[in-house]
């Protein structure tokens, strides 16, 4: 009985006496604030902010801090909130940043753009890109079997089976990013919100790069790279650009105003809110997204 | 028993139905859209322009870096436009377009069938004239034949193995082909055998093909270092490591060209071509299409101008069945599927392919039942359902380690896998972003 006693006691008093200088030896020094500040964090590890999850982003917060300059740091799906709390746990000036959205950048609905072939493959863009050009003939399109959605951890997008397009949920899109990496063809951009209460934004809905004549073949609402909108911008704020055949408008010039949308003959030219349709056209108002 | 390779393969029904159809010249057509890149490699670049004359044979696309080929023009008449004309995949490729008028040959170029047979040249006159000809690869993957026969230092050869195995179910191009035009064949053979600078040549055909084989065997009598192998059947005999194996026992080494164990592979439209371009003049612009499929009212091995469009082929031979759900290019196993049938036919294009809809139906996806019938019919080795893992988990690393390079998306895996699972599509993806990633560390 003592026997035993004395040799498990023995062994249990060499191993805690190992793990004591070990631990002493190779102690790491830990930062507390790291895990109270990600504790301020959403703690969703979208990776939005650009780091591998919400730790990454408290380590750099805290080491930020450190240089008292917390500005080039920026928690998308937290927004003002988080950062304000952030903020004032270092007692530094909160970093601001305009809210921003998942875009889609193409319009080619059923409707819109038929196809012409059926396709039939596992249910994954990335597949249906290496295959051919699916059923649309654009070959720059949206291929209607949602990698987006499913990478989307946020319920913030849906795919509408009316139009065969994916459609984004302002609310719910943290502009993490996913679905611009998912989309073999590249078809979202993340997009400034837009000011107001119901956020006001235009876009060139199309990434088509083909000359004027093919695009509109195979779509009807494809841009043409007629010039028109850049005309029109360009004696206002200048923030369309043409490049490849394809319009593009810069999120940080443009005030959406809207004056670009009725030009667009072809209608590429997407808005949140209506606009009114030019005196010759007796079009609808031109009003889509959420 | 007859020679095969070892490991994996599979046996799909033959259905050469197409089997006993003499080659027949198809019409010219009324316009031809030639593609500059009908090669692996960059693509040709235009040297003519909109409205300038040109006459079959004559040069219109002219070789643009290391790995590329001459584009000739395959009809003669007037060039229409240069501008895009559909991939069988449906992405745009730029084409010159020619209205044909006549049918005038470039000089020099004998389009007599007398057999000539003495070969004149030696072995660097004889590449160049390769180079100059435009001659791919006429088995499938279209890489420009003068780059095979341009050895790296270090390296030699000692074997030629010509690939008469066409294992693909449906087509019989190459059948027809070495049955119609064995002796002008066998002499692109012997010309191939030189410019290798090699003893021997092996010619390699599946058991399927007896009259082939016999009709080869004998007719190669009389050329000394030419033998004929008949080959057990088994998919895919064709593809160049596998067929290295079964016809000399060597292995080429992962990642490595058949250089590496002393062979070079090319396929008997290939010898063929190579005889045409040598001893006659005449580069690539024609070229035996197998247009065929079970619901297909005449199903024919047509000699076709490239640049032909598919609808005509087709049309040849009776007509787009009325309960066509695919139409394909290439062999059932590894072509595919066309969008649009206003695409033309390219050096590389064995055959047109047409599917009933019951045919061409892809299985339902069901859950991996782990059974292992992947692993086991792969012809190199890899494991398809780990690669399908990691790439649908997006782990590139793995599958680079697990050898997915090595794949040559012979879809045996896909044939096989009792749940239907989608094995090669995913690996494809892996493939492609492997290579991505590959180019992006090499331009660090």
Known sequence: ?290 | MSKTFPMGGIHPPDTKISATAAITPLAIPAEVAIPLGQHIGAPAGPIVKAGDKVKAGQLIGEIAGFISANIHSSVSGTVKKIDDVADPCGYPKKAVYITVEGDEWAEGIDRSTTLKKEITLDRDAIVEKIKAGGIVGMGGASFPTNVKYMIPEGKTADTLVINGVECEPYLTADHRLMLEHADEMLVGVEILRIALGVEKAVIGIEENKPDAIKLLSEKSAEYSGITVESLHMQYPQGAEKQLIKACTGREVPSGKLPIEVGCAVNNVGTAYAVYQMVQKNQPLVERVVTVTGKQVSNPSNFLVRVGTSYAACIEAAGGLPEDTGKVISGGPMMGMAVADLSIPVAKGTSGILMLSKTEARRPEVENCIRCGACVSVCPMGLEPYLIEKFARADKWDQAEQRASMDCMECGCCSYICPSGRPLLDYIRIAKGEINNRRRARASQ
């Not at chain 1, 990478?151 to 993490?176: H, K, Q, R, W």
């Open chain 1, 1 to 290: 009985m003592m026997y035993s006693l004395f040799t498990l006691g023995g062994v249990a008093g060499v191993f805690a006496m190992i793990l004591y200088f070990v631990a002493k030896r190779f102690h790491v020094e830990e930062d507390p604030r790291v895990a109270e500040v990600e504790a301020m964090l959403p703690g969703i590890n979208c990776g939005a902010c650009g780091f591998p999850g919400c730790t990454g982003l408290a380590e750099a917060l805290v080491a930020a801090a450190e240089k008292k300059d917390i500005s080039a740091l920026y928690c998308p799906p937290g927004g003002a909130d988080t950062m304000g709390a952030v903020a004032e746990y270092f007692g530094l000036a909160a970093p601001t940043s305009a809210p921003t959205v998942a875009v889609l950048r193409c319009n080619g609905s059923y409707a819109n753009s038929p196809r012409k072939a059926e396709y039939d493959g596992p249910s994954s863009c990335a597949v249906a890109h290496k295959l051919g050009t699916s059923g649309s003939a654009c070959t720059y399109s949206c291929l209607s079997e949602g990698d987006c959605v499913t990478a989307c951890n946020f319920e913030a997008m849906y795919m509408d089976p009316a139009t065969g397009l994916p459609v984004v949920i302002d609310e719910n899109c943290t502009s993490c990013g996913a679905c611009v990496k998912a989309c073999p063809r590249d078809l979202f951009e993340i997009r400034l919100l837009g000011k107001g209460k119901k956020p006001r934004r235009v876009w060139i809905a199309c990434r088509n790069r083909d000359r004027g004549a093919v695009a509109r073949k195979n779509c009807s609402v494809a841009c043409i790279a007629c010039g028109k909108c850049v005309r029109t911008c360009d004696t206002i704020v200048k923030a369309i650009s043409m490049k490849d055949n394809l319009a593009y408008i810069d999120p940080d010039i443009c005030i959406a105003c809207g004056k670009c949308v009725p030009e667009c003959p072809t209608g590429a030219i997407l808005a949140t809110f209506p606009v009114k349709a030019k005196q010759e056209d007796s079009g609808e108002p031109v009003s889509t997204g959420s």
